[in-house]
């Protein structure tokens, strides 16, 4: 059921483009623009319907995050836009995309998560395609996303296992949320 919710979610973006007023360009734009709201919104949708409370918090916590250091730093950097245009530094559409793909990832796995990232990184695309960023605000803002999802969510299945691996040392670890 999730990833068909992530799924319809992602479908917004391609619904959202007037292929036949747009140029190849704008079409790239305009699905980045769907996506930087579509990604984090299929994540607060998935929260909803399985009342996930918990996640819906930090989702919000993390997502909140994203946003105040984004426009943060855009105001703080002032670094021109590649149309000349000021606050280039970092991108929020991209900041917005990862946050969301990032608390699906942390959330739910990776299952869930591989597409998440892969349209979060279309949106990042998006931004250079349209010469609304340059390279460095997209990493920027892609690090930023994923950031605050590392400090802010927890999985929401109870038992992770993580594989560590250390000088002279390989293993797992398995942890469970109580």
Known sequence: MKIIILLLA??????????GVAGSADIIKIAGDAGAVA??????????????????VQLLKAYASAAALTYGLKYTVKERRPDGSEHSFPSFHTSSAFA??????????WKYGLPAYLAASFVGYSRLESKQHHIQDVIGAAAIGIG?????VKP???????????????????????
Do not use: W
Not at 10 to 19: F, Q
Not at 148 to 152: G, K, M, S, Y
Not at 157 to 177: A, D, M, Q, R
């Open 100 to 109: 969301g793909a990032a608390f699906i990832q942390q959330r739910d796995g």
């Open 10 to 19: 992602l479908t917004l973006c391609v619904l959202t483009i007037n292929v």
């Open 39 to 56: 990604i984090p919104a299929a994540a607060g949708i998935m929260t909803l319907i399985y009342h996930d409370s918990e996640g819906t």
């Open 156 to 178: 929401f299945k109870s038992v992770t296992v993580t594989p560590v691996v250390g000088e002279g040392f390989n293993g797992i670890l398995i942890g469970k949320t109580f």
């Open 148 to 152: 605050t999802n590392l400090i802010f």
